[in-house]
């Protein structure tokens, strides 16, 4: 049972930011929040992940609302190479990476 | 290192034929999760090891399907006899932990064809 929620696909013009958004309203006190996603053929690549602050790596920027019920991971200058599925998923005390359906975003030149 | 290794990339075989498929994971990691995707299904965690130790295979579909992790730096995923409903991509990835807090890598798959 997925414990996500994410819209089925988005569309996001090349160069701008693209902003993904995730609602995980039962998560627990020990569970983060993860982000993966897959290009067509490839195994699921890690993005970032958090618990309660808001994270930014050399790919990405993690929100995670002060109630931690949902989350956006934006990307900030989008480009082609960006599309695929990106997969939002909870992790904590159980050791399980379940994944749901993603959002299948779609960058437009 | 080189990442998750899997091999065959792709493999065909003919119905009620073993299938083997392999995995060498990340030096070190002490987790490894073997998933199916299908587009009917999407990804789905068939088994992981914790230490070589199997700890959960509740996603295993059927006794047709087994694993084993002899060593750390090596695990195979077995179907006998195979059927054409276990065409698939099957993926392999490791993790230093898990629980939160680190990431798992995944390996580039096989693509599983039974006919």
């Known amino acids: 049972d997925a414990k996500t929620t994410q819209p089925p696909s988005m569309d996001c013009a090349e160069g701008r930011a693209a902003n993904l958004p995730c609602n995980h309203s039962?998560?627990?006190?020990?569970?983060?929040v993860y982000w993966y996603r897959q290009i067509h053929s490839q195994g699921p690549q890690y993005i970032i992940h958090?618990?309660?602050n808001n994270e930014t790596n050399e790919m990405a920027s993690l929100i995670i609302t002060e109630d931690r019920k949902s989350s956006t991971l934006i990307l900030p200058h989008a480009t082609l190479r960006d599309t695929a599925v990106y997969y939002c998923l909870l992790q904590g005390g159980n050791e399980k990476l379940t994944f749901g359906t993603g959002t299948r975003l779609t960058i437009i030149p | 290192d080189a990442g998750v290794i899997q091999s065959p990339r792709h493999e065909v075989t003919e119905m009620g034929q073993e299938v083997t498929l392999r995995c060498k994971p990340i030096s070190g990691h002490d987790y490894l999760f073997w998933y199916r995707q299908t587009m009917m299904r999407g990804l789905e965690l068939l088994i992981y090891f914790n230490n070589n130790v199997p700890i959960d295979d509740s996603g295993m579909p059927e006794d047709r399907f087994s694993a084993k992790m002899p060593n750390a730096s090596f695990s195979t995923l077995k179907i006998q006899p195979s059927e054409p409903r276990d065409s698939a991509v099957y993926f392999c990835?490791?993790?230093?932990?898990?629980?939160?807090?680190?990431?798992?890598?995944f390996g580039q798959g096989t693509r599983l064809t039974v006919v």
């Open positions: 990835a490791s993790s230093l932990t898990a629980g939160g807090g680190t990431e798992a890598f």
């Open positions: 039962t998560i627990s006190g020990n569970e983060y």
């Open positions: 958090g618990l309660k």
